[in-house]
């Protein structure tokens, strides 16, 4: 039984200001996951590919009108979370479903204590608890995250913590209901690589420990290596290779994951020579092509490239969006020693 | 060895900050403290470290976008620092600076054209008409299309606007770039076509370069030796090609086996404890002692200099246990 199943989810943006009136492009089209109980899935992919877009949708955060879903399901927990109703919504947010996101500064209230902004959740969600049940968990949650000297810092305000340790407190906020998912988009981003391990860890041991799943979005595919088990790789706006995290890195299936991972100037490339850069840009929105969106940029371009390519499973649990992925399979070998 | 472009000694940069009702109690920020290193003509010299360890700073120093408050800048033989503001400006011709954030680095209401003919117009080179085939020469360089001359930067991707940063810096011919942190800013398949196109100008116009950036595998691909930050001091300065292998600095190493890498399965290391201390209140002896698995009563007391540890005399770590 699956945690969250996400089926054929579209989603479009307006275009100028007046949503009713407006041109409608897609943003995501058929994006298909599912994620199993404890699962840590990434999902990778660059500006604008549409991965915080689908975590958006799955907690029902889309600015609307000008982001619309307009067709798919999502199922959470066997329970279609698409039709429910706002306070519904609202009880499953940061309950059983939380997320923590990229900047901590902009997450976090910068005129309340972090004490109160983490005890504001269990207000919501814990409605019978005392004050002094909450404040108990408060701590019990700082000292959890790793919070050095976590009673005096109840006090403190945002701005007198560091980066590492708003993102601490964010990461508190939203395990203080102790969720069966978390939506993890760019937590390291804005984080120093030092700090970066330090949350990537914490982040470990608190799944270990409470046993929920993870969604982790990151443009980094270094950060989805040392913290996936499964990745899927997003391009303008669709799912393109689907796959375990060791399988994926070790052969990839599609054009552009394969050049992605080339592209990177791993420490045991080839110093001062030049990177196989993948030519060319992602297409914008407006004129995304009907086929294969990859095929402007993709030494494997052929005439039926012209036409979409289904997301079709090549190997056990490894789906890829190419049809030319039986051509990828073992000439790949990255430069690593 | 021929005389460097660049020989900075003993550079040091501190901030005033003022606090109190009447801003009557002083500190400083210890933000380049007593830093020494060369460049050689043509040469890239990366320089890495976390976000305010005074990175950004130095570069800014080097170029007098900051004063200095004591050492020196030899460049090409002349102290830059002992000039007045009239001697420096032709002097600004040769150094220029590649910024981080393409978005506001480029004047939004100017067009792409305006942007790159400035430097040229502000030193009074050429006519309206050799400008203007300087500018689309540039563009061509870079390899942007001629017809964005008369674009404005939003109809620009971030990749492209890096690129217009670039032309502009390379306009006047420069002898030396600093480039502080001009990829960040930009997805992984852009990055690696702006890292080529600074190698292709680097080597056909025979820049030096000082490149600022947190990424270590990037610095490591474009430089050949590279400096590590800590705390405003650098901590260990070594050619590119050692330095990830044989580093000698416990700060260098950490930093190294903290970078994520697409590696899965790969063990990593435990975190390093604590955080970067404040640049206002330094620790004493060894800045980095604080945070170091191996310190010890000495590191606490003295600072260790930035010496010579390897047979190769171009590694150079401060560290009290570095091995020679």
């Known amino acids: ?337 | 060895m021929s005389d460097p472009l660049l020989r900075v000694h003993n550079l040091r940069k501190y901030f005033v900050q003022r606090s109190g009702i009447f801003k009557q109690h002083k500190s400083y920020v210890h933000a380049v403290e007593n830093i020494s290193f060369d460049i050689q003509r043509g040469e890239t010299l990366g320089l890495v470290g976390e976000s305010g360890c005074g990175k950004s700073t130095l570069g800014k120093t080097l170029l007098r976008l900051h004063e200095p408050d004591a050492g020196e800048i030899i460049f090409d033989g002349t102290d830059i620092r002992a000039l007045s503001r009239a001697d420096m400006r032709p002097m600004r011709k040769r150094l220029q600076m590649i910024f981080q954030d393409p978005y506001d680095s480029l004047n939004s209401r100017h067009t792409i054209g305006d942007i790159i003919e400035e430097p040229l117009l502000v030193h009074g080179i050429g006519s309206a008409r050799e400008r203007r085939v300087a500018v689309v020469e540039l563009l061509q360089k870079v390899g942007l299309p001629a017809n964005s001359i008369e674009r404005f930067p939003h109809e620009f991707s971030g990749g492209q606007r890096q690129r217009v940063g670039i032309a502009r810096a390379i306009a006047l011919n420069p002898d030396f770039v600093v480039c502080d942190e001009p990829l960040s800013a930009l997805d992984v398949s852009v990055q690696a076509q702006i890292i080529n196109l600074l190698l292709a100008l680097r080597a056909s116009m025979n820049l030096s370069l000082l490149f600022i950036s947190h990424d270590l595998s990037v610095v490591r691909h474009l430089s050949d030796r590279v400096a590590v930050m800590y705390l405003g001091e650098i901590v260990e300065l070594a050619p590119a090609a050692s330095i990830y292998t044989e580093a000698r600095h416990p700060y260098t190493q950490y930093l190294i086996a903290s970078i994520p890498k697409p590696e899965p399965g790969r063990i990593k290391p435990a975190p390093l404890v604590g955080e970067v201390p404040s640049p206002l209140h330094p620790p004493s002896g060894c800045r980095f002692h604080t945070r170091c698995p191996i310190a010890q009563d000495i590191c606490r007391a003295q600072k260790p200099e930035l010496k010579i540890i390897a047979s190769d005399s171009a590694h150079r770590a401060a560290c009290h246990f570095a091995k020679p």
């Open chain 1, 1 to 337: 039984m699956s945690l969250l199943r996400i089926e054929n989810l579209n989603v479009s943006v307006a275009s100028g200001t007046n949503a009713k009136t407006a041109q409608r492009w897609p943003v995501l089209q058929d994006v298909t996951l599912t994620m199993q109980e404890g699962e840590t899935l990434g999902l990778v992919g660059e500006s604008g590919s549409g991965k915080s877009v689908t975590a958006l949708s799955i907690l029902r955060l889309l600015p609307q009108p000008t982001l619309r879903v307009d067709s798919g399901a999502i199922v959470f927990d066997s329970r279609e979370i698409n039709t429910l109703s706002t306070a519904q919504m609202c009880a499953l947010r940061g309950d059983r479903i939380a997320m923590i996101f990229q900047d901590p500064m902009t997450a976090l209230n910068p005129v309340q204590t972090i004490g109160k902004q983490i005890e504001e959740v269990l207000l919501l969600h814990r409605p019978t608890w005392t004050g002094a049940q909450r404040r108990k968990r408060v701590l019990a949650l700082l000292e959890r995250v790793g919070m050095p000297a976590a009673e005096q810092r109840l006090q403190a305000y945002p701005h007198q913590l560091s980066g590492g340790m708003r993102q601490r407190v964010t990461i508190a906020m939203a395990l203080a209901c102790e969720p069966k998912l978390l939506i993890a988009d760019e937590p390291t981003t804005a984080l120093d690589v030092t700090v970066q391990a330090q949350v990537l860890n914490l982040i470990g041991e608190l799944q270990q420990q409470s046993g929920m799943a993870v969604l982790f979005i990151t443009h980094d595919l270094g950060v989805i290596a040392e913290t996936c088990r499964n990745v899927a790789v997003m391009y303008a706006g669709r799912i393109v290779e689907q796959a375990a995290v060791a399988d994926l890195f070790a052969a990839p299936r599609h054009p552009y994951t394969r050049a992605l991972l080339g592209s990177l100037p791993a420490l045991s490339a080839n110093p001062q020579q030049p990177l196989p850069a993948i030519p060319g840009q992602v297409p914008d929105i407006e004129q995304r092509p009907s086929g294969c969106a990859f095929a402007n940029r993709c030494s494997y371009r052929t005439e039926i490239c012209g036409q979409l390519p289904p997301l079709q499973e090549i190997a056990t649990a490894h789906r890829s969006a190419c049809f030319h992925a039986d051509l990828l399979t073992a000439d790949f070998a990255r430069a690593t020693p």
